[in-house]
């Protein structure tokens, strides 16, 4: 429980203002690969899940993203935050067994993809889930790939991990041909944007921007990865540089 506790209170002090083997030859690959063909349309199944409650920026993520996918007909959406004012039935308390069990209840028919929204503060080794007492406050890239095995399958995947550090969650754990991932920072590198005065992290806000005009996935990624290096250098901070992998499956697919 004391190293639980000094873990949460290590990645709060660090992660205020800045929200990780480097992949960067995986994402140059997989951007390198767009397709002019049509967008891959499928029905989705959709996870949001906010990890931590030391800034509103997480659970504002996970609504609007919510709202997003509900525009676009994406049913069910299991959300999920770590804040016990916010909890309820319908918005439980994040756990990696939570999320498991979620997706677990309804697994992906044919036809159907896949899609896992995490957002949180990060470490060098997984996401900060404050309420996982279970797993020392931390889902780790084994435990995602876990998740996703065991809750989607064969289906469709996309898994979007926006902490810092989170850069990690591309490897071999977690890649495969039916899966996108994509992650806010290098594995090495902090993200930023969770500081109290914003309504989302700059990766997410990025993304929530760019959804509108991006008929794709790997478009979704190279627009946000654009706007979030402007905003870094309109502020002078290190780039965090995003990093995605696109399976050869997958490479084509479409958003909701």
């Known amino acids: 429980m004391k190293m639980a506790n000094a873990t949460f209170a290590l990645l709060l002090a660090l992660g205020l203002i800045a929200c990780g083997h480097d992949h960067a030859a995986d994402q140059v690959q997989g951007v390198s690969t767009v397709s002019n063909g049509p967008p ?19 659970d504002n993520a996970v609504e609007e993203i919510s709202q997003i996918l509900a525009a676009r007909g994406v049913h069910p959406i299991n959300r999920f935050t770590s804040d016990p004012m916010v909890a309820r039935a319908d918005r439980p308390i994040a756990t990696a067994q939570a ?16 899609l896992v929204f995490i957002t949180s503060h990060g470490g060098r080794h997984g996401v900060l889930m404050r309420d996982d007492l279970d797993n020392g406050q931390i889902l780790d890239p084994s435990a995602l790939g876990r998740i996703l ?4 399958g064969s289906a469709p995947t996309v898994a979007i991990v ?16 039916n899966r996108i991932i994509l992650t806010a920072a290098r594995d090495d590198r902090t993200s930023f944007g969770c500081g109290h005065e914003e309504q989302f992290t700059y990766f997410d806000g990025c993304m929530f921007k760019a959804w509108p005009d991006s008929q794709t ?4 990624f190279l627009a946000t ?3 979030v290096r402007q ?22 697919l479409g958003l909701p």
Do not use: Y
């Open 40 to 58: 891959q349309r499928i029905h989705w199944r959709a996870m949001a899940v906010a990890g931590d409650d030391s800034a509103e920026v997480f």
């Open 99 to 114: 999320m498991a069990n979620a997706l677990d209840g309804a697994k992906p028919l044919p036809g159907q993809g896949c």
């Open 149 to 152: 095995d065991q809750g989607c």
């Open 162 to 177: 926006s902490t810092c550090f989170s850069g990690i969650f591309l490897g071999s754990v977690t890649e495969a041909p």
């Open 217 to 220: 996935w790997q478009a979704l």
């Open 225 to 227: 990865e654009a706007c």
């Open 231 to 252: 905003k870094e250098d309109a502020l002078g901070f290190k780039h965090s540089e995003p990093q995605a992998f696109f399976g050869s499956a997958v490479k084509d």
